[in-house]
């Protein structure tokens, strides 16, 4: 079983940059995809970042360019810095992970088994 705790999320103005972490806990093999999501009220849950056991990364358009995702393989844990904050940014971040080598959609949330309980973004204009 693995356990994932996110942290770092904020209120931010727009512009501003945040970092999130995600520490994972339990039986962490290798081989461990990771990624983040996000939900916004009244929208679907939507990849933001994934990254592979190979370190392929994988980014949502909305998000190029300003996120970026990265992993310390010593520790497996995650973190997304979050750059040029928008307020369509705002949302509950989840992260994700499931053991496998690599993903066939990176970004799906059904590919990921294992979540966190999320870490609230805001960003105001």
């Known amino acids: 079983q693995v356990q994932l705790v996110e942290s770092g999320g904020g209120s931010v103005q727009a512009g501003g940059s945040l970092r999130l972490s995600c520490i994972p806990s339990g039986y962490i093999r290798g081989n461990y995809c990771m990624a983040w999501f996000r939900q916004a009220p009244g929208k679907q849950r939507e990849g933001v970042a994934s990254?592979?056991?190979?370190?392929?990364?994988t980014y949502a358009d909305s998000v190029k360019g300003r996120f970026t995702i990265s992993r310390d393989d010593s520790t497996n844990i995650l973190y997304l810095q979050m750059n040029r904050l928008k307020p369509e940014d705002t949302a509950l971040y989840y992260c994700?992970?499931?053991?496998?080598?690599?993903?066939?959609?990176?970004?799906?949330?059904?590919?990921?088994?294992?979540w966190g309980q999320g870490t609230q973004v805001t960003v105001s204009s």
């Open positions: 990254i592979d056991s190979y370190g392929k990364k």
């Open positions: 994700a992970a499931d053991s496998a080598w690599t993903m066939v959609y990176d970004l799906a949330a059904y590919e990921y088994n294992y």
